[in-house]
């Protein structure tokens, strides 16, 4: 929504999903080229970086060509750690998955970081992932870190930013993630019921800092145009 109100267009591409089970207007292949395109959002999904989907390296191919082409270039949880490989960073499993709402701490380069201004140094966010960036890539700076995941979001060059937490969620994006993932959040300790609790203590502040990061990134990274977003 923001980026709509924005005045940006929208491509939306899903590759996991065969051509008969994708939502209208919506593709199921990669551009395979980037003209006409100044920006990429590579988003989460319930894969693991390490599956043998083809399409998960033509992702990371996708990232690593727009970031070489100095597109603006967002990455939002297995799209964080997508792109982390794509630059020449490391991803791993964790020894317990990160679920729920996890208090999400700025380093000191983020304190002075134009795209994360208004946003408070430590802040409870939305996490799902059992896998996380475990080396930013070369060049990288680091900008936020929780006490289970070192490499919670991530700058490199003039517009590539990097989030492993759900900053794009709303609460009913929230239930249906926790419904979907009933495993993940199980093996993290965080029971329905648990999570209920964490929202109604959090999510007023997780909501407020999402809108004004959102902002940022369309107001800074992403030059206007009318041209689309993929």
């Not at 100095?70 to 750690?81: E, F, N």
């Not at 408070?120 to 890539?137: E, I, L, M, N």
Request: glycine share 8%; net charge negative.
């Amino acid at each position: 929504m923001t980026l709509r109100d924005h005045g940006f267009s929208l491509d939306v591409r899903r590759p996991d999903l065969p051509a008969d089970r994708a939502p209208a207007g919506t593709h199921t292949h990669l551009p395979s080229d980037l003209d006409g395109i100044h920006a990429v959002i590579s988003l989460g999904g319930l894969q693991s970086t390490a599956d043998p989907h083809p399409w998960l390296d033509a992702e990371r191919d996708l990232l690593k060509r727009a970031h070489d082409k100095g597109l603006a270039v967002v990455g939002i949880c297995l799209g964080h750690q997508l792109l982390a490989q794509a630059l020449g960073g490391e991803v791993g499993e964790m020894d317990k998955p990160e679920a729920g709402f996890v208090d999400v701490k700025l380093t000191i380069p983020a304190q002075t970081e134009s795209m994360l201004g208004g946003i408070a140094w430590t802040a409870p966010q939305f996490q799902s992932h059992r896998a996380h960036v475990t080396k930013a890539p070369p060049g990288a700076t680091v900008l936020a870190t929780s006490e289970a995941c070192p490499v919670q979001a991530f700058k490199i060059g003039l517009r590539t930013y990097s989030f492993q937490y759900h900053f794009e969620c709303d609460r009913a994006m929230i239930e249906t993630f926790s419904r979907e993932q009933q495993a993940l959040f199980t093996d993290a300790g965080v029971s329905p019921d648990v999570l209920s609790d964490q929202a109604d203590n959090h999510y007023e502040m997780f909501a407020r800092l999402a809108d004004r990061l959102c902002v940022n990134l369309a107001s800074y990274a992403f030059p206007f145009s009318t041209l689309p977003a993929v």
